[in-house]
């Protein structure tokens, strides 16, 4: 007999997705959340490539804990922070911003847990 191949999604297809809709909310959260309206009005070009740099490394990431997430960040301000353009007292009151959201991040991010259906 020959096993039928099971239809759906791979597994590391199931990752990529979890990781965009978490990449997502934290932008969402950034721009809409609880200091949005302030957030939107400091939003400078350089702040918008920035934070998408950083969303493109979530994605990217497997697995995001609170280090890979404080790496992440820190990897992509150092480089910007060596910038002519980039005013280091906004680059470091943006930092501090995204830091602090990870608690609320991970909160979102988590996996729903699987439930077996009984027979």
């Given at each position: 007999m020959k096993k039928k191949a099971k239809k759906g999604m791979s597994t590391g297809a199931k990752i990529g997705i979890g990781a965009t809709i978490a990449a997502a909310g934290v932008a969402a959260?950034?721009?809409?959340?609880?200091?949005?309206?302030?957030?939107?009005?400091?939003?400078?070009?350089w702040a918008v490539k920035m934070k998408g740099e950083i969303i493109e490394k979530f994605e990217k990431a497997e697995n995001i804990t609170e280090a890979v997430y404080h790496n992440i960040v820190d990897q992509i301000s150092a480089r910007y922070a060596k910038m002519k353009d980039v005013d280091q007292a906004e680059l470091k009151a943006m930092v501090a911003d995204i830091r602090k959201h990870w608690k609320t991040m991970?909160?979102?991010?988590k996996p729903k847990a699987k439930t077996k259906k009984k027979i």
């Open positions: 959260y950034l721009l809409f959340g609880k200091d949005g309206k302030k957030n939107r009005k400091v939003v400078r070009g991970s909160k979102g991010a």
